[in-house]
């Protein structure tokens, strides 16, 4: 099945720089990549995704690579806001149409 | 649009204990999906519903959990009897389409607490 990793697990930046989060998969089938946000006690919310027949994808502040050959995609956000610090999954279908989510990335914004 | 609900939001319970999980999704999605995410750790799915059939249930511990969607709609998850390791955050979400290629709308969440 498929197997998402997630690096880094915590990031903490300034207010005002840039944060990348990695994630590489395993399954050469996946096809779609979405990318979630979850704050303390709530659910997870969807923030961008990507399909796999785009490299790229921007969305004012936030944007997502695909690279498909090397099975990686990252999410990019730019000029970093305290209200960013949250908890950020990735996320790959498997061949079977199954989401398998990678373990999460603590992004803290220090003002 | 009103989004995924779910109740309770928290729950205490000792082991051995029985509780239940409710979760209402967005209007006319027919996809729904309950997830547990371990504190830490990123959701795992353990049932998918197809209206009121099952997808994909293979991560479901069929022992002790069970989950039913009798008219398609809301959907309700147990667990009986409750252990140690159950503690967790239970999501339930859903989209419009049927497979994972679709966007899922997760709803708030239950934190489960077994004691």
């Known amino acids: 099945g498929e197997n998402v990793e997630q690096h880094p697990s915590t990031l903490s930046v300034q207010e005002g720089d840039s944060a990348v989060i990695k994630c590489t998969y395993s399954?050469?089938?996946?096809?779609?990549f979405p990318w979630y946000k979850q704050e303390l006690g709530k659910g997870p919310q969807l923030i961008i995704d990507?399909?796999?027949?785009?490299g790229e994808k921007k969305d004012q502040r936030i944007a997502v690579t695909l690279n498909k050959t090397a099975k990686h995609f990252s999410l990019h956000i730019t000029e970093t806001q305290p209200e960013d610090s949250a908890v950020y999954f990735c996320?790959?279908?498997?061949?079977?149409?199954?989401?398998?989510f990678g373990a999460g990335t603590q992004v803290v914004v220090t003002p | 649009e009103a989004g995924v609900a779910q109740s309770p939001r928290y729950k205490i319970i000792e082991k051995r204990q029985s509780v239940a999980f409710w979760c209402n999704p967005i209007s006319g999605h027919a996809t729904l999906y309950w997830y547990q995410q371990i504190l830490g750790q990123g959701p795992k799915l353990l049932i998918q519903f197809q209206n009121n059939g099952v997808v994909d249930d293979s991560q479901l511990p069929k022992d002790r959990f069970s989950a039913e969607r009798l008219k398609g709609v809301d959907s309700t998850l147990k667990i009986q009897p409750a252990k140690l390791e159950d503690s967790a955050v239970y999501l339930c979400?859903?989209?419009?389409?049927?497979?994972?290629?679709?966007?899922?709308?997760f709803g708030p969440g239950t934190r489960l607490t077994v004691l």
């Open positions: 990507i399909r796999s027949n785009v």
């Open positions: 399954d050469s089938a996946s096809n779609y």
């Open positions: 979400a859903s989209s419009s389409l049927k497979g994972a290629t679709d966007t899922q709308y």
């Open positions: 996320a790959a279908t498997d061949s079977w149409g199954k989401f398998q």
